[in-house]
């Protein structure tokens, strides 16, 4: 088989979480690979719209969540406005799942804090429902997440969700100016609010994802709670063309983004040659 064919999936849902974010949610049109397909929390994959070309997202639903595989995407070019157009119902391609993942059950026995901005949740809102499908296995589960403004807040119905489970501590924010009347949530960037809620670092892993600029001033924040460079994990988003290994588009050095992540921890992005 090519390995550069993609799977037919089948759109059967659209959901609009911004105004500029969707969430498409795609079932395999072969029985036969839907049987099969696995994927672990933390990879991405290739996906295509015929005649437009191939863009890389993660995969932002959950591998305990079987028969279905959801991405969302904010439209920036050619590939993500081409997705747009499409409807409920149409075909488009899928190549996947690539690279490494969030080793979760290195994680079992500890506490969780999950640190996410704008559509930087979307990957990290893979391993909260994979840890939450597994609750029993964790301690504390954490989520600090923030967006610009509360339109931009992606995911409403599972914050919405999160914010009610007795088993979850969840903290959201919006930029200084991005609050309505009626907002309740806290107002401060990231870093901030993770000062503020000042997850415990003995034995917790932290998972982070968002934009370069909350990334680079979140990873002082926790080291200053005492979080080692092992214990924070997060996932990188070089430019990626074959997602396998092939054409050198994703490197960082000796290092394939592809390949060896996309899933680093801070310690091991520190070896990188453009490290943050
Ligand atoms: C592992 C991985 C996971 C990703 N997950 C998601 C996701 O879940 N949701 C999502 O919306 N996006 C995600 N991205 C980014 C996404 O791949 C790009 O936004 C998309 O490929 C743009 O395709 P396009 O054809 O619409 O844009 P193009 O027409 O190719 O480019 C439009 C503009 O976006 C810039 N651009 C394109 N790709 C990137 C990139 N990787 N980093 C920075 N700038 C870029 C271009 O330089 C150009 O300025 C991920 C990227 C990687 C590598
Ligand atoms: S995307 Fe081609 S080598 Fe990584």
Redesign the pocket.
Known sequence: MNIYQPYLMKIDEIIDETID?RTLKLSFKSEDVAKQFDFKAGQ?GEYSVFGA?E????I?SSPTRKGYIE???????????AMRELNVGDTMGFRGPY?NSFPLDKMYGKSLVFIAGG?GL??VRCVIWNALDLRDKFKDVTIIYGARSVGDLVYKRELEDWANRKDVKLWQTVDPGGETKDWKGEVGFVPTIVEKAKPAAKDCYAVVCGPPIMIKFTLPVLEKLGFGPDQIYT??????KCGIGKCGR?NCGPVY?CKDG?VFTAQELRALPNDF
């Open positions: 974010t991405f070309g863009c890389t997202f993660c932002a991405c969302s995407f904010k439209s920036v070019g050619k590939v993500t406005k690279g559509i979307a990957p996932t990188l988003e070089n430019r990626m994703c983004v996309p």
